[in-house]
């Protein structure tokens, strides 16, 4: 891979001014760019990961592609409904920081919002899986044809950040503000309680109904599920769901502590690092408490735990360490896996989006992390939308791949650490304070 050009040089130059400049369609890569401060080096990563929504979004749609390869018979046309809520927050940052000029982004997110208006939707929500050309469902398994709600959840959570944001006085943001409007009060949440269970429930479609029959119960990354289920202004559901629902599970409680930091919730060892950053692109968890939690002190000990996991190193994998470590779910050498430092759940896969994605629980050791796979690991994972999925040293093995899911929270979490932008957007709504007070959640932005 090139090293320092001088094109790298100008194209720095320009990333790192702020200054109101003429953006063009294409934002070009760069290669490994030597001693950057880490203001710089934060630039390049989220610039670059933001060419995967923008360059490589879909034409036709503008939603965010699945991945960036055909792998597992995926089709071309394949486009994500979390991956695009994903893609939407990492274009807000791009409109911010002046990487595209608000018009453009104003007739992306117009593209956007008049194909969904559009798709296949049941009851509201969305599939996970779209063909990005026709609105159609592509099924994500055989009987997973229809609505998913988990998916449809990390959408609304970054089309109310781009309702709050896209807020100026003209007829493009009047339509955008308006078709999100209507998007998020068609959300039948209180139908996906399956006529009044104490659960939320995670797929129905008109050809099996509830056949996949998976309630949703914390802790794990659906968490915002149940905070805009609460917040809705129509169909929302009553707050028991919460406390009979989401907190009733055997891995909801947890208490022990691993590595000498203490868990409240979830998994022994917390989980894939995914569940502490999902939910908590929008949902500020700075001083948010509830009954259960402090889901700062759950989401920063959550990251710490998987770190020091990753220095003790137990199963002796080549390259784990204080500077390489980040269980989650990715590709891998053998398909797809969710891993996490549980027994059995560790195939020596480490996930460049888990440790960038916690920037703002732990910045020193992310950045630690950032420079190791920028600067020593860049040749084999660094390309033309940021970092690739995954790579085990041990096995000699480095994806080309990249995944929406994964690239989207890399460059939302380094801006929610850098000035919480999307935390001040998203907690910003006033039906959102209102769900929180619903179940009585402590948090600055609440009076």
């Known amino acids: 891979m090139k090293k320092l050009l001088l094109s790298s040089l100008i194209i720095l130059l320009a990333l790192t001014c702020r200054a109101q400049t003429s953006a063009v369609d294409g934002i070009k890569p760069v290669g490994i760019i030597k001693n950057l401060t880490d203001s710089a080096l934060l630039d390049v990563v989220q610039r670059q990961t933001f060419r995967y929504f923008w360059d490589f979004g879909h034409p036709v749609s503008g939603l965010a592609r699945e991945r960036s390869n055909a792998s597992f018979n995926y089709g071309s046309e394949v486009v994500t409904t979390g991956g695009s809520g994903f893609g939407i927050m990492a274009m807000i940052v791009a409109t911010e920081r002046k990487w595209i000029t608000r018009d453009q982004a104003d007739d992306r997110m117009i593209k956007i919002l008049r194909f969904l208006y559009k798709a296949d939707s049941f009851h509201g929500v969305f599939p996970h899986w779209m063909n990005g050309e026709t609105g159609k469902v592509i099924p994500f398994g055989r009987k997973d044809d229809g609505a998913d709600l988990v998916e449809t959840s990390y959408l609304m959570e970054g089309l109310l950040c781009a309702r709050q944001y896209y807020n100026a006085n003209n007829d493009k943001e009047d339509e955008i503000r308006s078709r999100i409007e209507g998007l998020w009060n068609d959300v039948e949440w209180d139908w996906f309680t399956r006529d009044g269970r104490d659960n939320l429930y995670w797929h129905w479609s008109p050809n099996n109904g509830w056949a996949m029959n998976f309630p949703i119960r914390g802790f794990n990354e659906c968490m915002i599920v149940y905070i805009l289920a ?157 970092f690739t999925d995954a790579f085990s040293e041990s096995h000699n093995w480095y994806a080309k791949s990249y995944l929406a899911i994964d690239e989207g929270p890399i460059v939302a979490m380094i801006e ?13 709504c006033p039906e959102i304070k209102g769900g929180l007070k619903k179940l009585y959640f402590q948090s600055p932005y609440i009076n």
């Not at 947890?254 to 950053?277: A, E, V």
């Not at 929610?416 to 910003?428: D, I, V």
């Open 416 to 428: 929610n650490y850098r000035t919480g932008l999307l935390w001040k957007l998203f907690m910003s």
């Open 230 to 386: 609460e917040s809705a202004t129509r169909y929302s559901v009553p707050a028991s769901l919460y406390f009979r629902g989401w907190a009733q599970s055997d891995f909801f409680k947890n208490g022990k502590t691993f590595y000498g930091y203490k868990l409240p919730l979830g998994f022994d060892y917390g989980g894939p690092l995914f569940f502490s950053q999902y939910s908590f692109m929008g949902l500020d968890p700075k001083g948010l408490k509830d009954q259960f939690a402090d889901y700062w002190e759950q989401n920063t000990n959550h990251t710490l735990i998987n770190r020091a996991y990753c220095i003790d190193n137990p199963k002796k994998y080549k390259g784990y360490g204080e500077n390489c470590w980040g269980l989650s779910a990715s590709d891998s050498y053998d398909g797809y896996s969710a891993n996490d430092p549980r027994d059995g759940n560790d195939p020596g896969i480490i996930t460049p989006s888990a440790a960038l994605s916690a920037f703002p629980y732990t910045p020193q050791y992310s950045m630690q992390a950032l420079r190791h796979f920028y600067y020593d690991l860049g040749d084999k994972i660094w390309g033309e939308y940021g």
